[in-house]
Structure formats: C-alpha cells, structure tokens
C-alpha cells in the first residue's frame, strides 16, 4: 500500500529513535523493490536537541559540531536574526561557548546574554529520487512558505545537489520547492512520524508502532 499510493498511508512512531528505526526499514524495502532511486545522495539533517529554554543558558550543554540557530539577532554579538552558527568551542568553567557563523567569523558568548536560541544535533542521511521526506522545520525561502511537518516526495535531485520536492498539498500551478542537500537541512525521510507531527494529517490507513515491553 505505502508503494501504490504513499500519501495515503500514514506510519506513526511512538519516538523519534522508532521513528528513524522504521524510515530505515520501509527505504530498504523500497530500494529493493526499485522504488526509490539507487544513487545516493549523503546530506546532514538537524535533528532538535530536546535541551530547555533554562538549559540552554549553561555551557554544558553544548557541544563542537553542534549548530546553534538564533531566532533574535544581538548587536553586540554580530548575530542577525533567523541566522546559524556551528559550535568550535566550550568552555565549561568560564559558561563560554565559542561559535562560527554561518556569515562569516567567530565570536565567543555567555550563552545566558542570548534569547531565542535553539540548538541542533547534526546526523548524517541518504536522499535518493523518490524519498518520501517530511520538513522537520517550516521553510520560508520556498517560494511559498511550506510549514514544519509538511511531506512531500523527491523527484529530481541535480548535479549540485539540489532536490525537487513535490509537496503532497500541492495544487496544480504551485511551484515546486527546493532544498539544498550539500547544507545542512531540516528534512528527513517521511515514511513514519512522530505522533505529534501526525496531528492534523488525513489518510487512508494508518499503522501505530507500540512498544509492548513499556506497555507491560
């Protein structure tokens, strides 16, 4: 079923671990069954951090390699709103965390003097043409905004590494969207979701992954 017609069917995870489990899974399958196309193409997903508005204010909580996305942007910091760094440094005892960003140049900060700060771990994926892939974030540099848990399907990914994407709430004339897979992207496979990012969603057939060791 999720073969012949993948929009009307719906897998919901119980976690984002089972969530990832699954994805991983049902892509086997279809790579197998020719599906989804064999070439590969190897792109870094953001994947939340879980940590706290509170927690975010202490250096220990951070991690080198970790991307830090700032909401608000700082004067002081040279930090503009809605913008990305990648942690280069910390420093536990001080409360410092050192950062290079995206824009250009490293700064050094007491996380507890910024707001509107999130923080992402970084993990490696495979696209391939015909990738069902749900939006782990909302884009606004699409042409039309497309909002976080949206999915769609791969349908073209080109020589520089940039994928088509065929939103499944598309309408005739609407312009497809884009995403660049040599950055570091808020997608992922979209064969199963979380029970949250299933809200709101209308399909056929739905499958529940329970885990009947916690439930016992």
Same mark, same amino acid.
Request: hydrophobic residues 30%.
């Given at each position: 079923?999720? %073969?012949?017609?993948?929009? +009307? %069917?719906?897998? @919901?995870? =119980?976690?984002?671990?089972?969530? @990832?489990?699954?994805?991983?899974? %049902?892509?086997?399958? /279809?790579?197998?069954?020719?599906? @989804?196309?064999?070439?590969?193409? +190897? ?16 250096? /220990?909580?951070?991690? =080198?390699? #970790?991307?830090?996305?700032? *909401? ?10 809605? *913008? ?39 993990? =490696?994926?495979?696209?391939? @043409?015909?990738?069902?892939? !749900?939006?782990?974030? =909302?884009?606004? *540099?699409? +042409? ?24 499944? &709430? ?13 950055? *570091?992207? !808020? ?6 979701? &979380?029970?949250?990012?299933? #809200? ?7 499958? %529940? ?8």
């Amino acid at each position: 079923k999720h %073969v012949s017609n993948p929009k +009307s %069917v719906l897998c @919901i995870a =119980p976690s984002n671990r089972e969530r @990832i489990e699954i994805n991983e899974a %049902v892509r086997a399958m /279809l790579r197998e069954a020719g599906h @989804i196309g064999e070439r590969e193409h +190897s792109a870094l997903v953001l994947r939340n951090s879980g940590v706290g508005k509170s927690d975010r204010k202490l250096a /220990l909580n951070y991690h =080198p390699g #970790q991307r830090v996305f700032y *909401s608000k942007k700082s004067r002081r910091y040279g930090i503009r709103a809605k *913008s990305f760094a990648t942690v280069v440094e910390v420093n536990r005892r001080d409360n410092l965390v050192t950062v290079r960003r995206d824009s250009g140049g490293e700064i050094t900060y007491n996380p507890k003097e910024l707001y509107g700060v999130t923080t992402y771990d970084v993990e =490696p994926r495979g696209f391939s @043409i015909g990738d069902r892939i !749900q939006y782990r974030a =909302p884009d606004d *540099s699409a +042409s039309k905004r497309v909002p976080n848990g949206a999915l769609g399907r791969i349908t073209a990914i080109d020589n520089k590494g940039v994928a088509t994407i065929l939103l499944d &709430t598309a309408r005739r004339g609407d312009l497809p969207s884009t995403i660049d897979l040599s950055r *570091s992207v !808020q997608i992922d496979h979209g064969y199963a979701v &979380t029970s949250h990012s299933s #809200q709101g969603k209308t399909v056929e057939r739905v499958f %529940v992954s329970v885990d009947s060791v916690a439930g016992s």
